[in-house]
């Protein structure tokens, strides 16, 4: 079994900072892509930012504000958020593409999601 537990939301006023963090543990033997999404009320889950051995990759409504990076000594990603805007609002959650076995497939797993809220 793996598990990703996020920690690092809140509540922030406009323009200010936040940094998530998600760690993965249980049964690691490698792992892939790793990523933020975010739900807001009302909407479906979208794409935040990924990143893999080969780079990042963010939605265009957060690239320039939004950095993702990970640590990969512990199974960790990070999403730095400045400049917050009342949109970003939304309950985060950390993707990762694990495999528990030399033989197995890459297989995503998904947090319990992190409540941020951007209000003055």
């Known amino acids: 079994q793996v598990q990703l537990v996020e920690s690092g939301g809140g509540l922030v006023q406009p323009g200010g900072s936040l940094r998530l963090s998600c760690a993965a543990s249980?049964?690691?033997?490698?792992?892939?892509?790793m990523g933020w999404y975010r739900q807001a009320p009302g909407k479906q889950r979208e794409l935040v930012a990924t990143?893999?051995?080969?780079?990042?990759n963010y939605a265009g409504s957060v690239k320039g504000r939004f950095t993702i990076s990970r640590d990969n000594a512990k199974n960790t990603v990070y999403l730095q958020m400045d400049s917050l805007k009342p949109e970003d609002t939304a309950v985060y959650y950390c993707?990762?593409?694990?495999?528990?076995?030399?033989?197995?497939?890459?297989?995503?797993?998904w947090g319990q999601g992190t409540q941020v809220t951007v209000s003055s």
């Open positions: 993707n990762a593409a694990v495999r528990t076995c030399t033989i197995c497939n890459y297989r995503d797993y």
């Open positions: 249980g049964s690691i033997f490698g792992i892939n892509a």
């Open positions: 990143i893999t051995s080969g780079g990042t």
